[in-house]
T-cell receptor
Framework: AQSVSQHNHHVILSEAASLELGCNYSYGGTVNLFWYVQYPGQHLQLLLKYFSGDPLVKGIKGFEAEFIKSKFSFNLRKPSVQWSDTAEYFCAVNADTGRRALTFGSGTRLQVQP | DTGVSQDPRHKITKRGQNVTFRCDPISEHNRLYWYRQTLGQGPEFLTYFQNEAQLEKSRLLSDRFSAERPKGSFSTLEIQRTEQGDSAMYLC?????????????FGPGTRLLVL
């Protein structure tokens, strides 16, 4: 079964700092990769996704992620964070095993200080 | 609002009681998923439906849990004889059946507290 690791549990940054959140998964086959975001008091929203093609994907609000197959990684980046980026970020994967379920990481709580 | 909706948003119950949650997927989405999220963790898959057929169930879904999607539209998740360990956020998601490449869209969740 696949698993997802998010090693940064809690990240505190100042506004305008650059962000990189790590995500590693364990599965050797074809995967779909997602980053979801949960703003305080709101539901999970899709930030970006990778299915195939260009390994650098761009999402909403200036976020991007890079799929590196050799490292089983899908790290999330943003060059300059804003206070409004304060949220919890979840990496998720589903694999070509026939199962439809998403496997989520435990999340990274990002706190951006003004 | 054309997103996934869930009802109720909050539920407090006493141990041993039964509870039922409802999920209305995005219109025309024929796949519907239930997940459970506890504090400090990511969502964990419980079960999913394609139209009215329940195609997959997680080992997390004990005998006390049952889910239905009788007409292939809304779904209900029932927990019988609730236990304190059932306290969690129950999330519903929906997607359109397609190839392997599909995106799940989540509702606001139902937060359950079992006293």
């Amino acid at each position: 079964a696949q698993s997802v690791s998010q090693h940064n549990h809690h990240v505190i940054l100042s506004e305008a700092a650059s962000l990189e959140l790590g995500c590693n998964y364990s599965y050797g086959g074809t995967v779909n990769l997602f980053w979801y975001v949960q703003y305080p008091g709101q539901h999970l929203q899709l930030l970006l996704k990778y299915f195939s093609g260009d390994p650098l994907v761009k999402g909403i609000k200036g976020f991007e992620a890079e799929f590196i197959k050799s490292k089983f990684s899908f790290n999330l980046r943003k060059p300059s964070v804003q206070w409004s980026d304060t949220a919890e970020y979840f990496c998720a994967v589903n694999a070509d095993t026939g199962r439809r379920a998403l496997t989520f990481g435990s999340g990274t709580r990002l706190q951006v200080q003004p | 609002d054309t997103g996934v909706s869930q009802d109720p948003r909050h539920k407090i119950t006493k141990r041993g009681q039964n509870v039922t949650f409802r999920c209305d997927p995005i219109s025309e989405h024929n796949r519907l998923y239930w997940y459970r999220q506890t504090l400090g963790q990511g969502p964990e898959f419980l079960t999913y439906f394609q139209n009215e057929a329940q195609l997959e169930k997680s080992r997390l879904l004990s005998d006390r849990f049952s889910a239905e999607r009788p007409k292939g539209s809304f779904s209900t998740l029932e927990i019988q004889r609730t236990e304190q360990g059932d306290s969690a956020m129950y999330l519903c998601a929906s997607s359109v059946r397609g190839s392997f490449q599909e995106t799940q869209y989540f509702g606001p969740g139902t937060r359950l507290l079992v006293l």
